[in-house]
């Protein structure tokens, strides 16, 4: 039977395809601009810069001074460039840090943004913003914060590290499994969510195993879009408010400690939402926090909390940032609980 429900799907173009970067000219015109400012970290600048070459004169400039969390200083920094620059656009070339900066910028003046997505966080195709000030993230959606258009280019992933491929990736299917429980779920994104996580189930290894291969790249990329789309749509939960409590407050990286904490989110939400995750349950041997587990020990990712720099003794402010403002998760939120689920994933040792 078809359950009952409401879906509101997000506008925005996807241009996919090994290559796919060649048509970045063609996008911006598509959206009538002629002034892009090319965004990235630092440490892609020489690449944004050949971007902007690609472009010629429909590129203004670079600033590639994005960087985790996305905190409102270098925002303020990146509008005195585009301003500067009079740009009409934002080309967020990178993960999510840059494509935060890009979507922080658009917030404030609605630029329009084309985005080539070179990790697997699925920030690209979501309507959401999160910012980082005086310690504290805080968290948007608005429709003016979704990406005009979207390039993914599986060539353009062939140099991403494999440590930071596969915690990209753990953190993709992340955004599926808290999809697949959440309340306002819908067909099509639970559809997306099984697809999306079938898709880096398969790719990861093979990545782990050669890092150029074409074909495990653009799995992976594909399924990181029907992830990030599932992130975009439906509500997130507990394993999303833990991970945001951590890299807001504790300033943790993003795509590791997703990685770190999925096994167990997942393990603690198992019972309340078992026929919620069935379909997934069986491509993780059946228990899924342990499966999840197993699977990221095979792939090398990071284990424990306390090898991303947490203190033990931050373990107990963080989980009273986790049960701060009240949230739904299938499992009732309740704060011992959480303050051990910390400590096993703190010690990194399996989930309970
Ligand atoms: P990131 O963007 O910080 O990238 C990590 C590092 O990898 C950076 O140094 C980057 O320059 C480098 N890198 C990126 N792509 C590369 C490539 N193809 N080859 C070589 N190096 C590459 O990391 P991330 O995990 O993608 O993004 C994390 C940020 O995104 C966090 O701030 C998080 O909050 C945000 N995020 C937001 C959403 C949303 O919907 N709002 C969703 C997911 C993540």
Known sequence: ????????????????????VSQLPAEVARLRCKRALVLST???????????????EAAVGVFAGA??????????????????????????FGGGSTIGLGKAIAWRNDTSQIVIATTYA?????????ETEESLKTTRRDPRILPEAVIYDPDLTLGLPVDMS????????????????????????????????RALKQALPCIVENPVDGEARSLA??????????????????????CHTLGGSFDLPHAATHAILLPHSVAHNASAAAEAL????????GSLGGGLHDFAASLGAPLALRDLGLAESDLD????????????????????????????????????
Not at 42 to 56: F, I, T, V, W, Y
Not at 122 to 130: H, K, N, R
Not at 278 to 285: H, T
Not at 319 to 339: F, Q
Request: net charge neutral; with cysteine; charged share 20%.
């Open 1 to 20: 039977m078809v359950e009952t429900f409401a879906l509101t799907l997000n506008p925005g173009r996807v241009v996919f395809g090994r290559g796919a």
């Open 42 to 56: 630092p440490s892609r600048k020489a690449d944004a810069e050949r971007l902007a070459g690609q472009l010629g």
């Open 67 to 92: 960087t985790m969390h996305t905190p409102v200083s270098v925002t303020e920094r990146a509008l005195v460039a585009y301003e500067g620059e009079r740009a009409d656009c934002v080309v967020s």
């Open 122 to 130: 699925g920030s690209e195709v979501t309507p959401i913003l999160g």
């Open 166 to 197: 596969v915690s990209s990736g753990l953190n993709a299917m992340a955004h599926a499994v808290e999809g697949l429980y959440a309340q306002d779920r819908n067909p099509i994104s639970t559809w997306q969510a099984v697809e999306g996580i």
């Open 221 to 242: 990329l594909y399924g990181s879009w029907l992830c990030g789309t599932v992130l975009g749509t439906v509500g997130m939960a507990l394993h999303h408010k833990l």
């Open 278 to 285: 069935k379909p997934i349950a069986n491509l993780f041997g």
């Open 317 to 352: 402010c963080a989980a009273d940032l986790a049960v701060r403002n009240p949230y739904w998760n299938p499992r009732p939120i309740d704060r011992d609980a959480i303050r051990s689920l910390l400590q096993r994933a703190w010690e990194g040792k399996p989930p309970q």
